[in-house]
């Protein structure tokens, strides 16, 4: 079935370039390129029925002639359309050759959204559909327009039909009840129903989900030969009692544990987890002590300029009096300044280079590289982490999430790393007070908000992101700050961070903030990622129900640093789930709860699944699915000498091996 691609008609040299730029490059690989969703043409919707926003299949005649409109760099193409409960416009744009075939009376199928503009329901470049049934939905590929890509598939399915060996061995298929291979492609694509699409995808995602999990427990705990770091017996001792504060006893059973690795010559990789406040920060300044005391350098890379300046910050004031000399590479440094840290680091000048990417970039040469610690792991794929270790050879691997992850899911995740958690907050914490506030209680928020930043407190506001789609002139976050700035807390000094703005102003801006000159801050998610201000008791959330729960936490987690009674209001209306968060203040809790709400698609994402392909990743949307995947496979390798399990094996191997190796797994 690794046919070349050209085997199927229409596809010439210029299209199987543009596959090949999406990672495919067989007709076997053009089959395994599953739709991303489904549109369902026999739910047809009455134009009567059809509501601003809606995204629906209709089925209509035309009902006048089509009229070409050009508009700027546009062109529109606008034409009524009816079936019987009510006559609509329906727009496309920059399809020119849609007016002559509108032709009055013709009978369409369309697919599109249903948009209100100038005050008449509007659909908005339906797609014109044919048949019934389930539709494929492909996520698209620059290059092949949306039908050639539909077509291709389908020719691509044809060659290979009948042709899928059903690998898994048959007793595996028939306990999990697990349909055959070709039916599975077939329906996958081309589903006949919905129970047949339903089977198709479980099939492919159960194979995919139980072999992934395979091969990581064979390539987890073969030993890799790497970085031992000779530190002196008493160092950990001297690194907590150098600490302002007395560690506690979940600190010090991980910091063992990773002093455990770090001195053996089996290269450490290790993953720290801990809810947000628990204290990781201090666990990776002591690992790169350690790192030092025994001759070797470290690297510390964090994913945003921000959260990497304030670990420097920190570096300089607990492991420079330790006689460490640290030093700061991210992107928004001047060339010269670039070049003299690359130097820096190539000389061994810098015990520490602390960053963001710009510490993998190429030009960048370690002196005696022992230890990579990677700060919120989430936030970086498996690849760059990797990028980071292959700067030394082999050095010792620290990886610190504060998502707290259930446990089945963070197997698969972080299949290939040994999990140490901090599970125990330091001393002194009163748990953040969560209530939802809805919009009617706002005024009377405000007051609050005054109240505590007259007694010297501080507040952040956090707006989510707008989608692109939705996208008006200006982000919410820049409303609301207009709206503090100048009405409801004008009296109050605020600022304003996001994404758009220049690293720089940002930094300014979240500097002034940490300095307590502002009592305000108001930011789209990007103070989601470790910003440390102890100072600040007020988290309020602004479109509360967009978030995930997981997210709610730590964003809640940025409050209740100090000492003082910290509070996060989710501005929304009520619902189940954001109670659920007014009534628990545990990270792992929150996790399984989103998990169960929302499946771990979200955690499990592409950049997430590492070696998992994109389409089966997000199959993997399916808690039931990974739990049960991951009991069969616990289940089949604890007798590895049976031929099922021996069959299982080798086809794991067979199909993840390049992509274990690609990820540093061997
Ligand atoms: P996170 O795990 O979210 O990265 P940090 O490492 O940023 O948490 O720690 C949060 C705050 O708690 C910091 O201000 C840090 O100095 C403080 N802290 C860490 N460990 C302790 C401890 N054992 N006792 C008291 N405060 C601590
Ligand atoms: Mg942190």
């Not at 395994?32 to 134009?47: G, H, I, N, Q, S």
């Not at 298929?173 to 329906?187: H, I, P, Q, T, V």
């Not at 003082?564 to 009534?583: T, V």
Request: glycine content about 8%; proline content about 5%.
């Amino acid at each position: 079935m690794d046919y070349p691609l050209t085997q199927i008609k229409g596809i010439g040299p210029a299209r199987v370039k543009a596959f090949e730029a999406a990672g495919i490059r067989s007709v076997r690989e053009l089959v395994m390129f599953l739709p991303k969703e489904y549109r369902d043409l026999d739910d047809v919707t009455a134009l009567c029925d059809l509501k601003p926003g809606d995204t629906a299949a209709v089925r209509v005649k035309v009902a006048g002639e089509a009229t070409l409109r050009y508009a700027r760099k546009l062109t529109i193409v606008k034409v009524y359309v009816t079936d019987g409960t009510e006559t609509l416009p329906v727009i496309w744009f920059n399809q020119p050759w849609l007016k002559t075939q509108m032709t009055p009376g013709r009978e369409l199928l369309l697919y599109g959204k249903a948009e209100l503009r100038t005050g008449c329901v509007t659909l908005m470049s339906p797609t014109l559909e044919s048949g019934g049934g389930l539709a494929p939905v492909y996520r698209s590929i620059p290059g092949i327009p949306a039908k050639a890509l539909r077509q291709s598939v389908e020719a691509a399915l044809h060659i290979c039909e009948g042709q899928w060996p059903d690998e898994l061995p048959e007793a595996l298929r028939r306990e999990y009840g697990l349909c055959e291979r070709n039916f599975a492609m077939r329906c996958a694509h081309f589903p006949d129903s919905r129970e047949a699409l339903l089977a198709a995808r479980r099939r492919i995602a159960f194979e995919e989900l139980l072999l992934y999990q395979v091969a990581l427990s064979l390539f987890r705990h073969t030993s890799r030969e790497g970085v031992a770091v000779d530190f002196p017996d008493d160092a950990v001792e001297r690194f907590w009692s150098a600490l302002p504060f007395s560690p506690t006893h979940a600190q010090r059973r991980v910091l063992d544990e990773v002093a455990a690795d770090m001195r053996s010559s089996r290269a450490m990789a290790r993953l720290v987890q801990g809810d947000v406040g628990s204290g990781k920060t201090a666990i990776a300044f002591a690992a790169i002590a350690l790192a030092h005391a025994g001759g070797w350098q470290s690297a510390l890379m964090a994913p945003t300029e921000v959260l990497a300046r304030q670990h420097y910050e920190g570096a300089k004031q607990l492991l420079e009096p330790l006689g460490l000399r640290c030093g700061l590479l991210v992107g928004s440094l001047t060339q010269k300044q670039h070049r003299l840290a690359h130097e820096a680091i190539a000389s061994g000048e810098w015990d520490v280079a602390i960053g963001t990417h710009a510490l993998i970039t190429e030009g960048v040469a370690y002196r005696r590289l022992g230890l990579v610690v990677t700060d919120e792991q989430h936030r970086f794929g498996v690849r760059q982490r990797t990028l980071l270790s292959e700067k030394g050879d082999a050095p010792n691997v620290l990886v610190m999430s504060a998502t707290p992850i259930p446990r089945t899911l963070s197997l698969i995740l972080y299949g290939d790393l040994d999990i140490s958690i901090v599970d125990e907050l330091p001393p002194g914490r009163t748990p953040v007070q969560t209530r939802i506030v809805p919009e009617s209680k706002r005024e009377g928020l405000y007051g609050f908000l005054r109240e505590e930043v007259r007694k010297g407190r501080q507040v952040y506001f956090v707006c989510p992101l707008v989608e692109e789609s939705e996208a008006i002139e200006a982000q919410p976050a820049e409303l609301l700050y207009e709206e503090l700035r100048t009405k409801k807390l004008k009296d109050l000094n605020i600022e304003l961070v996001h994404g758009r703005m220049k690293p720089a102003d940002k930094d300014a801006a979240l500097e002034r903030f940490r300095t307590g000159e502002a009592d305000v801050l108001v930011s789209t998610t990007v103070i989601e990622v470790g910003v440390n201000v102890p100072n600040a008791t007020v988290m309020v959330i602004e479109n509360a129900e967009r978030f995930g729960l997981a997210q709610l936490h730590q964003l809640r987690g940025r409050v209740g640093r100090g000492a003082h009674e910290s509070w996060c209001f989710l501005m929304a209306e009520p619902n189940a789930r954001l109670k659920f968060m007014c009534a628990t203040s545990d990270g792992f809790k929150v996790a399984e709860k989103d998990m169960e709400l929302r499946g771990p698609g979200e955690l499990f994402g592409t950049r997430q699944s590492g070696a998992l392909t994109a389409g089966i990743g997000a199959l993997a949307g399916d808690t039931e699915l990974l739990k049960l995947t991951h009991d069969a496979a616990h289940e089949l390798l604890k007798n590895p000498d049976t031929d099922d399990a021996r069959a299982v094996v080798d086809l794991a191997r067979e199909r993840f091996a390049d992509r274990l190796e690609d990820i540093g797994i061997n």
